[in-house]
């Protein structure tokens, strides 16, 4: 069965850091790109970061860089978002996806969502 489970949500005050991981089985995690994407209260689902497991390129929200920081570590089929310098806006369910491909090309499969909470 494919999976993914995210962890390490929370409250944090703005500012602020959060890291994000997102534990996958079930596939091949070395065949699939892999992202983030958020969804806060009363808006659209929106992408926040990506990257290719072909050669390992992120691609970032305009929101998000300078700010936050997506890895892999594919020993322990992890994908992780390091979230620095936290604002009141970052609020949102943060969830991870694995692509179709090894390109950013488009969320297929989805964790069940982790809530990032970040207070003025």
């Known amino acids: 069965e494919v999976q993914l489970v995210e962890s390490g949500g929370g409250s944090v005050q703005a500012g602020g850091s959060l890291r994000l991981s997102c534990a996958a089985s079930g596939f091949t995690f070395d065949d699939y790109a892999t992202g983030w994407f958020r969804q806060a209260p009363g808006k659209e689902r929106e992408g926040v970061s990506c990257?290719?497991?072909?050669?390992?390129?992120?691609y970032y929200a305009d929101s998000v860089k300078g700010r936050f920081t997506i890895s892999t570590d594919n020993a322990k089929n992890t994908v992780y978002l390091q979230m620095n310098s936290l604002k009141p806006e970052d609020t949102a369910v943060y969830y991870c996806?694995?692509?179709?491909?090894?390109?950013?090309?488009?969320?297929?499969?989805w964790g069940q969502g982790t809530l990032v909470t970040v207070s003025s």
């Open positions: 990257i290719s497991s072909s050669d390992g390129r992120t």
């Open positions: 996806a694995a692509h179709g491909s090894r390109y950013c090309s488009g969320p297929e499969v």
